[in-house]
């Protein structure tokens, strides 16, 4: 991180919007997801959502009535930017393969070969907003040896999204002992904002 002071104005706007207005995402009319742009635009935003709400959520949870006066502190900040970043990637590759497994299986989908092309776009479309390169590049890498393993008829329903679960827990800036503590509840926290994404992508999908 160098010697740059982070404050909670490198929270962008954007974020904080997201995790506010999270509540209120449902009752907004949703439309139909006809093409791959629109799917592109899901995917991002939903892998978005989820890891803002369960990060934020997670951290003010523990913090309680000092998770805004963290904000001043810049080691924390620095963890904060760096542990939204990892999770936002794996959460990205998750959906990723979700939606291509969903529609391989549902749809007989098979042009998979979209699902690396959207993923890519995505990282580098995020350059803009100050994602660090070397988790780009990683994510880039994972998303690879990912791929290489993948069944795509029956990936979406053999817990696709464990692996940005998991990468909640491991990088949300909170002591080891109390994320010991609160390893189930944590891990469920996101699989269950993964329910509200999978039921949207369902009822929106129209190949």
């Known amino acids: 991180m160098g ?9 962008s706007w954007n974020d904080f919007k997201i995790y506010l207005f999270a509540l209120f995402k ?70 990723t393969f979700f939606s ?36 780009i590049e990683e994510a880039k890498k994972n998303f690879g040896d990912r791929l290489d393993k993948i069944n795509w008829e029956t990936y979406h329903q053999d817990l696709p999204f464990n692996p940005s679960a998991l990468s909640l827990y491991k990088w949300a800036p909170i002591a080891e002992e109390l994320k010991k503590l609160d390893r189930k509840i944590v891990l469920n926290s996101v699989i269950l904002k993964w329910d509200i994404v999978k039921k949207e992508f369902k009822e929106r999908i129209k190949f």
């Open 3 to 11: 010697k740059y002071k982070l404050t909670w104005k490198d929270l």
């Open 26 to 95: 449902a009752f907004i009319p949703k439309k139909k997801i006809n093409d791959l742009d629109e799917l592109e635009n899901f995917i991002q935003s939903k892998s978005a959502w989820v890891t803002q709400v369960t990060l934020y959520g997670y951290l003010k949870t523990r913090m309680g009535t000092r998770y805004v006066l963290h904000f001043e502190n810049d080691e924390f900040m620095g963890s904060v930017n760096l542990a939204k970043w990892n999770i936002y990637s794996v959460a990205l590759q998750d959906l």
């Open 100 to 135: 291509f497994s969903y529609l391989n299986a549902n749809f007989n989908y098979q042009n998979t070969e979209k699902a690396k092309e959207i993923f890519f776009n995505i990282l580098d479309d995020e350059t803009t907003n100050k994602m660090p390169t070397n988790i």
